[in-house]
C-alpha cells in the first residue's frame, strides 16, 4: 500500500472498443470529422465508433460508469447525439479525478472508405477534443482480413492519463 497522503496513482490506463453496422443513407462520422461515403455507422448516437472507444477508454481509466450506462441507447435523447458530448463528460471526470490525457492510441478495422488519406485530420481533431498535441494521438486503420466483417466498423482505443500536481489549480484545457 502507498505511504503518502495522496494515494492516487500516477499514471492510469484506459482501454475501450466500440462497433459500430454501416448502413446507407446516413452521413459517416469517426473521429468526430465527417467523411465522404455511400454508408455511415447506425446505432447509438451518431454511430461515431472511434469517439465512443476513446470515451469508453477515458471512462474505464478512472473506473468510471461506461458509455452505455452514462448515456443509454434507449434514451431518445441520445439519437443522433454528436458523440462529442460523449467524449466531453468522460475527460470531465479524469479531470475531476486529478487528471489529465498523455496519450492515446487506437485501431479502427474496417473495410472501406480507406482511412489513409483521412488520419492526419482525424488526428488532429481528436487532439483538440482530448487537449493534447497531435503526435499524442495514434491511428492505425485496418481491413478485417478473415473476419467477414465487411459491414461493420470496429475501434480499439488505449489511454494513459497523468496525474495533476494539483487537481484544485486545474483548467479546463479546450
Ligand atoms: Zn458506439
Known amino acids: 500500500m502507498p505511504t503518502t497522503r495522496d494515494q ?98 487506437a485501431s479502427l478495422i474496417l473495410a472501406a472508405p480507406k482511412i489513409g488519406p483521412h488520419a492526419a485530420t482525424i488526428r488532429v481533431r481528436v487532439a483538440q477534443l482530448l487537449g493534447v498535441h497531435a503526435d499524442c494521438v495514434g491511428l492505425k486503420a485496418k481491413t478485417p482480413e478473415g473476419l467477414n466483417l465487411e459491414n461493420a466498423a470496429i475501434a480499439h482505443a488505449v489511454v494513459l492519463l497523468e496525474k495533476l500536481a494539483n487537481p484544485k489549480k486545474t483548467r479546463k484545457n479546450k
Open 8 to 105: 492516487r496513482p500516477t499514471t492510469r490506463i484506459g482501454y475501450g472498443f466500440d462497433s459500430h453496422e454501416f448502413r446507407r443513407g446516413i452521413p459517416l462520422k469517426i473521429g468526430g470529422i465527417t467523411l465522404a461515403h455511400d454508408k455511415g455507422l447506425g446505432g447509438h448516437s451518431d454511430g461515431d465508433v472511434l469517439l465512443h472507444a476513446i470515451t469508453d477508454a477515458l471512462l474505464g481509466a478512472v473506473a468510471a460508469p461506461d458509455i452505455g450506462a452514462l448515456f443509454p441507447p434507449s434514451d431518445p435523447k441520445w439519437k443522433g447525439a454528436d458523440s462529442v458530448v460523449f467524449l466531453r463528460e468522460a475527460l470531465k471526470r479524469v479531470r475531476d479525478a486529478g487528471y489529465l490525457v498523455a496519450n492515446m492510441d
